[in-house]
């Protein structure tokens, strides 16, 4: 059974730009939840999508969005990109909504805003 | 947000030896999560521990929770080098708003070959 596949692996982007991050959760898996990870304040709850809803929301600006597709495959979009917006992009699947069982991670997509 | 928060930050030991790592949390629980990053990559799931849970073995992996401290602690035992990550605990918000898993700062845990 193939794992959570996170892409792109790398990226740079510029102060201003935006950014769409992919994730394909492991077959099945209906529940993508997604973390931001910075040295400074550790992971970070996003959002969490079960069945294309977003079931929850942490406590980010409004210029990061996602969304889910029917086939359980989510994206992530960060807007108006800040230098503070550098981390890893961490995205988790579950089989079951609320993300509060086993998660299975990606490998992450690590974004740095220049 | 409530967080879990890991002892000690670092911690360095020598192949053969044990490793402990403790983790403090502020809410009621349904359960408490340990995971592994190697440096760099994605997150692996370890053991979940549920609230009714005191104890729990997992190959070289014993957990234990205390509830009524709201505490955790994670032991290694016969570490070895392949164990060097950073390790996590994440609980969940029983009762509370949030519906997600809420992780701690980590121990970054090295084992010296």
């Known amino acids: 059974k193939a794992g959570v596949t996170q892409t792109p692996r790398y990226l740079i982007k510029t102060r201003g730009q935006q950014v769409t991050l992919s994730c394909s959760p492991i077959?099945?898996?209906?529940?993508v939840s997604w973390y931001q990870q910075t040295p400074g304040q550790g992971l970070q709850f996003l959002f969490e999508?079960?069945?294309?809803?977003?079931?929850n929301k942490g406590n980010f600006p409004g210029r990061f969005s996602g969304r889910q597709f029917s086939n359980s495959r989510s994206e992530m979009n960060v807007s108006t990109l800040e230098l503070g917006d550098s981390a890893l992009y961490l995205c988790?699947?579950?089989?079951?909504?609320?993300?509060?069982?086993?998660?299975?991670f990606g490998e992450g997509s690590r974004l740095t805003v220049l | 947000s409530q967080q879990g928060e890991e002892d000690p930050q670092a911690l360095s030991i020598q192949e053969g030896e044990n490793a402990t790592m403790n983790c403090s949390y502020k809410?009621?629980?349904?359960?408490l999560q340990w995971y592994r990053q190697n440096s760099g990559r994605g997150l692996v799931h370890l053991i979940l521990?549920?609230?009714?849970?005191r104890e729990k073995h997992s190959g070289r992996l014993r957990v234990t929770l205390d509830t009524s401290k709201k505490s955790s602690s994670l032991l290694i035992t016969a570490s070895r080098a392949a164990d060097t990550a950073s390790y996590f605990c994440?609980?969940?918000?029983?009762?509370?708003?949030?519906?997600?898993?809420?992780f701690g700062k980590g121990t970054k845990l090295s084992v010296k070959p």
């Open positions: 994440a609980t969940d918000d029983y009762g509370g708003s949030q519906g997600n898993l809420i």
């Open positions: 988790a699947s579950s089989s079951r909504q609320g993300s509060t069982g086993e998660l299975f």
């Open positions: 999508y079960f069945s294309e809803t977003q079931r």
């Open positions: 077959s099945g898996h209906r529940s």
């Open positions: 521990i549920r609230s009714n849970e």
């Open positions: 809410t009621s629980i349904n359960n």
